[in-house]
Nanobody
């Protein structure tokens, strides 16, 4: 059973930065990503990175967020800069295996104050 453990959420002022991390036990994962969900909205993709390092970002975070991964440690991180109120959400990490299974973290709250 794969367990994902997230860390790094919190409260930050607009314009500030936060770094989220997610660590997993188990095998190497095909892709690792971050999603977020705000009250009343659907969960949306924030960023994803493949095992080879290819990245994809939501348009709303391009140029501000950077996703990275450490395959040796099975961790993925999300560096979030220039945060604004619209970034307030619960952030979830997601790991997708080569066998077609995916796993979710427990979620970490990010709150940006104006």
């Amino acid at each position: 059973q794969v367990e994902l453990v997230e860390s790094g959420g919190g409260l930050v002022q607009a314009g500030g930065s936060l770094r989220l991390s997610c660590a997993a036990s188990g095998s190497i994962f095909r892709s690792m990503g971050w999603y977020r969900q705000s009250p009343g909205k659907q969960r949306e993709l924030v960023a994803v990175i493949s095992s080879g390092g290819t990245t994809n970002y939501a348009d709303s975070v391009k140029g501000r967020f950077t996703i990275s991964r450490d395959n040796a440690k099975n961790t993925v991180s999300l560096q979030m800069n220039s945060l604004n109120f619209e970034d307030t959400a619960v952030y979830y990490c997601n790991f997708f295996t080569f066998g077609g299974s995916d796993y979710w973290g427990q979620g970490t709250q990010v709150t940006v104050s104006s």
